[in-house]
């Protein structure tokens, strides 16, 4: 650096290859296939020959996946790669795809792998020389033999990375998706390679269950580097030096504060400016900049793929240049807590490095980091010194940058304040203000009409206020803007429409979404949502699980989803975990679910603390409410819960009109007025088909539902007349009941019809092939009415017993809109007088009494309505008699 010069250009050298480019970073992937002659002695010619056909096609198609370059083939492979990322991701798959092509021939294939980052002179061949057998690239550099060592060091099947390229492949392994989490990293210590002077500290990665993941053997190439300071003679010497120089250190100094940065703070790094006017180098210097910076324990740099994904939504084009402006707004939307913007410039004769670090939110300029050098040469140190001081530095830079809470959301929409207006919304929406979420949608749209989003936003609001004509109006607006949508985004939508169209199962799409792509947490919430609407909780929670391993603003709609699952599945303690932190986070929808909890188990003392917490102006919460008073035999407070709902719903025509009548019809049984019970059923019945009456909506699975429910609970009350013009209504509409729900739901109306026709057999041989493990709570009790019926004891004893254990699944049933909630409740118990019932018939008296007790302690018999305690005395006499 002492030399002046005149010109950033460099000084031509005499080299043999004068059509060689300029130096470049690059990550070099070496390979080598394990004992690939002894295959082909093994194997034989011809399968030899398919063997390697087969794993040229495999390289092929990861070369193009993972944008690699090969260079050169022979029984191992190097490739070029931008980032190394991309070589971590070829090496995976690579390995994976070996093993399975071994498998299938029944031989171990393995390969030995090497990663390694630096620079690199690529050139072409000639013509000429390609065509007598020269390869039309050669590659050369120092970063070559250090990956060829890497290599040859590695065991069979093991991925080893140089110092250089495992922190940078480390930090970028969430790009992987869900097997990047996985991913196990092992630091083997520093070794000596021959020919390289320094020791080089290396690194393994890989699956476990594939990779070897143990030390590296030592060879006459490649040994471990073991230090002096750590031999056994000096060890003892060395603790009581080190004691001795701690105590003294601790009296001449302090050591300094930790860097303000941590692990969950991001910065984005800007395009290098260059001054200089030779732009040659700009790729080179950018990465060697942003290699530098990565060395820092406690500052993330956002990549390059993610920031290409962020300009997406943006609607800008992936080359667009991340300028001060630009660089700012992928921040704000990513959470990043500042930028650092390079600038590469000729002053004087010599060369200054600079970085800036600049506050997203006002682009101002809060800390700048200069060094200076003479000549091109001078460069890469200069810019090691820049990021060594920020490293040291950027915790006090940051201290005046406000940080964000959490990202933006990661939707498109070129318009910042749109973006903006939409995070508020969802944080409104996580909280169930819906009035507030719909108001900032509105805005957002109205900021950018391109917002297909904004628009689905308050499709989701009026679906969540169970207003669903209103919501289609939102969804046919989002679809209208579906071309301004990337591909993911477009799918989302059209997940959102097969609930309303019938054009394709949502849960199918969603699953779709999911699997397609595996970081997309919505796909996983929503996934989960529709699972546990179709009874199918197992499934449920393992999307659940995965929307919950990225926390953003909506994981309290993620844990009530997981709490309905659990709570449905029986395990109480994790439902009411999951309800809990869903309440934390904000989700006033979870306290009667978690209501709910306690009632289940028999805890009505926890459950009456919890429900005095309720609003009353929640309407969803009365659910809840009525079925608690049922299950506690509280008949007065059940049948003004169920007025109350209906009172908020009032007159209009919206889909809880609808649904809210079914359990105040419940309630009234249960009171015993018998009459108000059927008067309410009918108003249900009614308001359903008469609304399905119309053409075909977006209500019509839930209109559909209800009018089968409430036609169910008409039959038990007595009348068939309901269940009749339900069935005749619904017996055209041939895809509504391709939906499985309704299909299920018509075959048990017809099946209590025959059973109360005196066909119970036939009842039964439609009920049986319904248990697939997601049936409705009311199949099973039709099911047991049936076998009894039908003089089949025994599985009407199993029935019974189904019924009682599954309390948390009466709870937390979906169908029609928990419209028939109340009533699964109050079959849990009476399924116990059921039981009675059952081992009165079997002559099994001293256990017909002791289920008649359990039955008298949820429901005593003062509380029991006329109908219910002649059922009861029934038993209680034959009890008698045997006493």
């Not at 998706?177 to 000596?192: I, M, V």
């Not at 509504?736 to 299920?744: C, G, P, R, T």
Request: hydrophobic fraction near 40%.
């Amino acid at each position: 650096m002492d030399t002046a010069v005149q010109t950033f250009e460099p000084t031509p050298e005499p080299s043999p290859r004068p059509s060689a480019s300029a130096p470049q970073l690059r990550t070099l992937l070496i390979t080598d296939l394990v004992d690939s002659t002894g295959l082909v002695e093994r194997l034989g010619d011809a399968p030899a020959s398919d063997l390697f056909r087969a794993h040229d096609h495999l390289v092929l198609k990861l070369q193009q996946q993972w944008r690699g370059r090969l260079i050169d083939r022979s029984d191992g492979m190097l490739l070029l790669f931008e980032r190394p990322i991309d070589g971590l991701g070829f090496a995976l798959d690579y390995t994976r795809g070996l093993i399975l092509l071994g498998e299938e021939r029944g031989i171990e294939l393995r390969a030995r792998i090497g990663l390694h980052v630096g620079e690199v002179l690529t050139w072409r061949n000639s013509e000429e020389a390609v065509s007598v057998g020269a390869k039309p690239v050669e590659v050369e550099g120092l970063a070559k033999p250090m990956a060829a060592r890497l290599m040859a060091t590695a065991r069979p099947g093991q991925i080893l990375l140089s110092s250089v390229a495992e922190p940078l492949a480390h930090r970028a392994a969430r790009e992987l998706g869900e097997r990047g989490l996985h991913l196990t990293w092992k630091a083997w210590g520093r070794w000596r390679f021959k020919g390289v002077p320094e020791p080089q500290h290396i690194f393994e990665v890989g699956e476990p269950g594939i990779a070897p993941l143990r030390m590296p053997p030592d060879t006459p190439k490649a040994w471990r580097d073991i230090p002096l300071w750590r031999r056994p003679a000096m060890l003892a010497a060395e603790a009581a030096l080190l004691a001795g120089l701690v105590l003294g250190m601790w009296f001449i100094a302090r050591p300094e504060p930790a860097i303000a940065f941590n692990q969950r703070d991001w910065v984005v790094v800007g395009d290098l400016r260059n001054l200089t006017g030779q732009s040659a180098l700009d790729d080179s210097l950018e990465q060697a900049f942003r290699i530098s910076l990565e060395q820092s324990r406690h500052v993330n740099v956002l990549s390059d793929l993610k920031a290409r994904d962020t300009l997406g939504r943006m609607q800008r084009a992936p080359d667009t240049k991340l300028d001060r402006t630009i660089a700012s707004e992928i921040a704000l939307r990513d959470g990043a807590r500042a930028v650092i913007l390079p600038t590469v410039a000729e002053i004087g004769g010599r060369v200054r490095v600079s970085a800036e670090v600049i506050d997203p939110r006002t682009q101002t300029t809060v800390y700048t980091e200069t060094a200076e050098g003479t000549g091109v040469a001078s460069t890469l140190d200069s810019i090691d010194e820049v990021t060594a001081s920020l490293r040291g530095k950027l915790g006090e830079a940051v201290k005046s940058i406000e940080k964000d809470s959490v990202p933006l959301p990661q939707v498109t929409t070129k318009n910042l304040d749109a973006l903006r207006a939409y995070a508020l919304a969802e944080q409104a929406y996580a909280r169930s203000k819906y009035d507030e979420a719909e108001r900032f949608y509105a805005r957002a749209a109205s900021l950018d009409p391109n917002f297909a989003l904004a628009q689905m936003g308050q499709m989701r609001v009026k679906y969540a206020e169970s207003d669903t004509p209103a919501a289609v109006v939102h969804l046919r607006k989002a679809q209208e803007l579906r071309d301004h949508l990337p591909p993911r985004e477009a799918l989302y939508l059209d997940a959102w429409a097969a609930r309303f169209d019938l054009s394709a199962s949502a849960t199918d799409r969603w699953e779709e979404l999911a699997r397609l792509y595996p970081d997309y947490m919505q796909a996983h919430s929503n996934s989960a949502m529709w699972l546990v609407a179709e009874n199918r909780f197992d499934e449920a929670l393992t999307y659940a699980a995965a929307a919950l391993k990225s926390p953003n603003v909506l994981s309290g709609l993620d844990y009530d989803t997981s709490g309905r699952a659990y709570l449905a599945l029986g395990q109480y303690a994790k439902a009411g975990n999951s309800f809990d932190n869903a309440i934390a986070r904000g989700y006033d929808g979870s306290l009667h679910r978690r209501m709910a909890v306690e009632a289940a188990q028999g805890n009505f003392a926890g459950a009456s603390k919890l429900e005095q917490r309720l609003r009353n102006s929640d309407r969803y919460a009365y659910f809840e409410r009525v079925s608690f008073a049922v299950d506690s035999a509280r008949w007065k407070d059940a049948v003004r819960y169920a007025r109350a709902a209906l009172q908020l719903v009032g007159s209009t025509t919206e889909f809880d009109a609808r649904n809210f009548p079914m359990q105040l019809g419940v309630t009234k049984w249960l009171s015993g007025d018998v009459a108000g019970a059927q008067e309410q059923t009918l108003v249900a019945v009614d308001r359903s088909l008469k609304s399905l009456g119309k053409e075909f909506d977006s209500d019509a699975v839930d209109d559909a539902s209800i009018a089968l429910a409430a036609s169910l609970f008409a039959l038990r009350l007595g009348d068939d007349s309901p269940a009749k013009r339900t069935l005749a209504a619904l017996e055209d509409k041939h895809s509504l009941m391709q939906v499985q729900s309704l299909k299920e739901l018509s075959i048990v109306v017809r099946a209590e019809m025959l059973r109360r026709e005196g066909r119970p057999e036939e009842s039964v041989a439609l009920l049986r092939p319904l248990l697939a493990g997601d049936e409705h709570y009311q199949t099973r009790q039709v099911l047991l009415n049936a076998y009894t019926d039908a003089g089949d004891l025994k599985r009407a004893l199993e029935q019974a017993r189904w019924l009682q254990q599954k309390r948390g699944f009466a709870y937390t049933e979906q169908m029609c809109g928990f419209c028939v909630q109340a009533l699964n409740v109050a079959d849990s118990n009476l399924s116990v007088l059921s039981e009675a019932e059952i081992f009165q018939a079997l002559g099994r008296h001293a256990e017909a009494a002791k289920a008649l007790e359990r039955f008298d302690r949820r429901w005593p018999v003062e509380s029991l309505p006329d109908h219910l305690r002649s059922r009861r005395a029934n038993v209680a006499a034959s009890k008698v008699g045997v006493l």
